[in-house]
């Protein structure tokens, strides 16, 4: 790879990697506050109750995989390796959660706490995109400005669609188990116990095109909700 074209690719590494940092940031960061606001004060007392990145991020998942990712899909020509990554997760003792839900309703809540999180991010960029549209100055807004604003609405939209995936360690397992009658909820989570991992590396390097439908039917959405559509 030239010269040029290392910076190129590290120049894009750093647009990705912001906005993805942000967003894995906002969705553990919602994890710890509906925990705590269920009474648990685990993650809080362990320091994950906080906006800063450096609480959340692990070397790896966050930043080391991502960038390996981009800089080997830009070798390829763009294409390849499907692109993904994760934060810390936030520890949380349900034992600690009020009375006033059940146990299982209670993992459920801050399961999708994350997630939801997510989608309200891409909610809020899309919109502040869509002001910039409407108000007729979008033309001014710099490129490094409407490309984070653009990464933002991707990364956020993928982050829900893909954390909602009913297999666990997803947030979607815990939602789904929440949902289901207890009998089925046990049969569900130890399936996901046995072949939970196996089911979800395989949708990430053969389903690849199979998460694509959800997430651009929630990115036609998102758009069509700040007026974009």
């Not at 450096?54 to 390996?68: E, I, K, Q």
């Not at 800089?71 to 020509?77: C, D, E, L, P, R």
């Not at 993992?107 to 002001?131: D, E, I, K, Q």
């Not at 007729?136 to 604003?149: I, K």
Request: aromatic share 8%; proline share 7%; hydrophobic share 55%.
């Amino acid at each position: 790879m030239q010269a040029g074209n290392l910076t190129q690719v590290f120049g894009q590494a750093i647009m990705v990697l912001v906005p993805m940092i942000l967003s894995l940031t906002v969705h553990e960061f919602a994890h710890a506050w509906a925990a705590r606001r269920l009474g648990d004060l685990t993650a809080e007392a362990r320091g994950r109750l906080t906006l800063n990145p450096l609480a959340h991020a692990d070397p790896v998942g966050t930043v080391g995989l991502p960038l390996l990712i981009l800089i080997a899909n830009a070798g390829m020509g763009g294409g390849g390796i499907p692109f993904f990554g994760w934060a810390k997760p936030v520890p949380t003792n349900p034992a600690n959660y009020t009375r006033k839900v059940t146990l299982r309703t209670g993992l459920m809540l801050v399961a999708v706490a994350g997630p939801v999180s997510n989608l309200v991010m891409s909610l809020l960029a899309a919109g502040l995109y869509s002001v910039a549209v409407h108000a007729g100055f979008a033309d001014l807004v710099p490129e490094p400005l409407e490309m984070f604003l653009v990464y933002m609405i991707q990364i956020n939209i993928a982050l829900f669609v893909f954390n909602m995936i009913p297999i666990y360690p997803l947030d979607g397992q815990k939602v789904l188990s929440g949902l289901l009658p207890p009998r089925s909820a046990i049969k569900y989570d130890r399936f996901n116990v046995q072949f939970g991992w196996m089911a979800l590396m395989a949708i990430i390097f053969m389903g690849r095109d199979i998460i694509g439908v959800p997430v651009r039917l929630v990115f036609h959405g998102v758009l069509s909700v700040v007026g974009l559509g």
